[in-house]
């Protein structure tokens, strides 16, 4: 395992390694090309993020739903499909990681992708409509679906076939990604929430949540569609009371934890990330990065679910994707953070278990001046009433990268431990006791952050605040993996056809078992190099066919067809009765 996250790690650093070099640090590749496409679409579309939210929130309500357009799910569906997706492990457990990584600051990058990703989001959607493949079956609804559509459509179909190549790229690695970003990662916050609460092994919450995933994508898009339109709103209904419960007993904290944000966003404080422009970078980076995580834009795996949507007109639909983003970061991730600013848990170190083969331990070697670099596992670590005896250069203990000031023997911390710790094994003390768990004040990260801040922020009321994350991590976990079952589906129609949705479906529940059992870090980090890559040919073709989707814009906003799409649903209802 040690080995796999050492090539993991070197991996991911190689793809941040390309970018623009500022201060010795590098802004990577991906941040430009996001944020780049954001900003050029932005401009592009005239702001369409701006203009058209409220349509978008209009056509999402189903008043302009005509139950006779082409289509699988409605347009509400279709939304609540691609946020169960994305309102989920991202908005939780990845908000925390932006916050413990980059700081408060991250919160305003993620505001910054969010808002810029609402214009990249519309393009996307608009096209996946424009190019989606429908089929109109003879025997009545067929379970794998009757409409493919999403980046490898419009890529083929838009830019032309000599770009089919990069179509069939961008499939093999969305469907790759989807065993990953969409279903490993929720396994694995699934399953270390569940072990850390209550002790279950994480094979046994693997094997429970993939026979729940299973039973439901079986079902095809039809199915997802009815049970994410009914959970979708549910979990975002709780988990946001909860936290403006929150924010409503806090109100004090309210100002001055907006002040920090954006104080942190371009001046960091000194800390794990570093120090200077560097700290500026990792704060951007991570921002950014659990953006991407969050909301999914120009990612090019929501357009498949809104690519299914009951609709004629394509940009109908590229406006409820607008929601989608404001909803998911601005709203729903602004929530965590606040909760977790607000209550100060970002940067605290709380009383924790630190099991000694755990994907939570990384090595630190501190260069002084707070600037901190990951190195590989030591042959040992010596410790001496409870003190990690390390020399300069030399890598120490960590726990969710920040170094481990002393080590106990037991849960009340009154005996200092002393012996030597062997990285990835145990920890042997000098009278021969061999140790699995060792106790210290560590930092948390993650979902367990996210339940402190809600344990915290709701204490005065009652010792139940985690329990609302706990809950939500469930929910949105396995709605999250439901909802990227169909991406990754999608992608195996366009590259083999309707005989490898089956198949496909069932190595995706295997995954999700898998997932469940491998390091945290491995999970994300492996997510996160899929993410690096699929996001290019998507980008490119949002480019190069902007010009396309400001065309299909115009001429939408000035035939204004929801009008009599608004008529033939009324017309619709009046028959039903």
């Keep these: 395992m040690e080995a796999l996250e050492q090539v993991v790690s070197a991996v991911k650093g190689f793809f941040n390694s390309f970018g623009i070099p500022v201060s010795g640090e590098t802004i990577p590749f991906k941040v430009i090309a996001l944020l780049g496409t954001g900003i050029f679409l932005t401009v592009r579309l005239g702001f369409v993020q701006l203009r058209h939210l409220a349509h978008g929130f209009a056509v999402t ?64 959607v608009t096209l996946a409509q424009r190019y989606r493949n429908v089929e109109k079956p003879k025997d009545g609804p067929k379970w794998e679906g009757t409409v493919s559509g999403g980046p490898m459509y419009y890529i083929e179909r838009g830019l032309g076939p000599k770009w089919r190549p990069l179509a069939i790229f961008f499939a093999i690695m969305l469907g790759t990604t989807a065993f990953l970003t969409g279903n490993a990662v929720q396994a694995n916050t699934l399953a270390d929430t569940m072990r850390s609460s209550f002790g279950i092994p994480n094979l046994v ?25 009914f959970l979708a709103p ?106 977790i600013v607000m209550t100060g848990v970002w940067n605290e170190k709380v009383p924790s278990a630190l099991t000694m083969d755990g994907g939570d331990i990384t090595y630190i070697i501190d260069h002084g001046n707070q600037v901190y670099e990951e190195a590989p596992a030591p042959s040992q670590i010596n410790v001496a009433d409870g003190g990690q005896l390390i020399t300069a250069g030399e890598p120490a203990f960590a726990w969710h990268d920040v170094i481990v000031d002393e080590f106990f023997t037991d849960k009340d911390q009154t005996a200092p431990f002393s012996g030597v710790i062997n990285p990835g094994d145990n920890a042997v003390a000098d009278d021969g006791t061999t140790y699995s768990i060792l106790y210290a004040d560590a930092p948390e990260g993650g979902a367990p952050l996210t339940m402190l801040g809600f344990r915290r922020g709701l204490s005065k009321i009652g010792d139940f605040g985690h329990y609302i994350v706990l809950i939500s991590v469930l929910l949105f976990g396995i709605s999250t993996a439901i909802s990227w ?4 589906d999608r992608c195996a129609m366009y590259l083999f056809g309707p005989r490898a949705v089956l198949p496909y479906k069932v190595v995706y529940i295997l995954m999700h ?51 009599e799409s608004a008529k033939a649903r009324q017309r619709w209802k009046e028959q039903q009765k």
Excluded: C
């Excluded at 990681?97 to 505001?111: D, K, Q, S, Y």
């Excluded at 001055?256 to 980076?285: D, H, K, Q, Y």
């Excluded at 010009?547 to 009008?563: A, H, Q, S, T």
């Design 61 to 124: 309500s189903g008043r302009y739903d005509d139950p006779n357009d082409p289509g699988d799910v409605s347009h509400f569906q279709a939304l609540t499909t691609a946020l169960s997706a994305t309102v989920g492990i991202g908005n939780i457990a990845g908000a925390a990681w932006a916050i413990h990584w980059g700081g408060p600051g991250a919160l305003f990058w993620m505001w910054m992708t969010a808002l810029l990703g609402m214009a990249t989001k519309f393009s996307e």
């Design 205 to 229: 919450t693997g094997l429970v949540a993939a026979a729940i995933i299973g039973a439901v994508i079986i079902g095809g898009i039809t199915r997802i569609g009815k049970v994410t339109g």
């Design 234 to 339: 549910i979990m975002a209904a709780i988990y946001v009371a909860g936290a403006m419960t929150i924010i409503l007993l806090n109100y004090d904290q309210l100002l001055p934890s907006f002040a920090l944000i954006f104080r942190e966003a371009f001046n960091p404080s000194a800390g794990v990330a570093g120090t200077g422009i560097g700290a500026i970078l990792v704060t951007m980076n991570w921002g950014v990065d659990r953006g991407l995580f969050s909301n999914e834009a120009g990612q090019g795996s929501a357009p498949i679910a809104h690519a299914a949507a009951k609709t004629e007109e394509p940009v109908s639909e590229g406006v409820v994707g607008l929601v989608e983003p404001f909803i998911d970061t601005i709203v729903i991730v602004t929530m965590t953070a606040l909760v």
């Design 485 to 488: 079952s169909y991406y990754g």
């Design 513 to 563: 078992v898998a997932g469940a059992l491998v390091a945290a870090n491995i999970a994300w980090d492996l997510g996160d190099i899929f993410l690096s890559i699929v996001i290019l040919p998507n980008l490119l073709a949002l480019l190069l066919l902007s010009g396309e989707v400001r065309k299909l814009m115009d001429g939408y906003f000035e035939r204004k067809p929801w009008i």
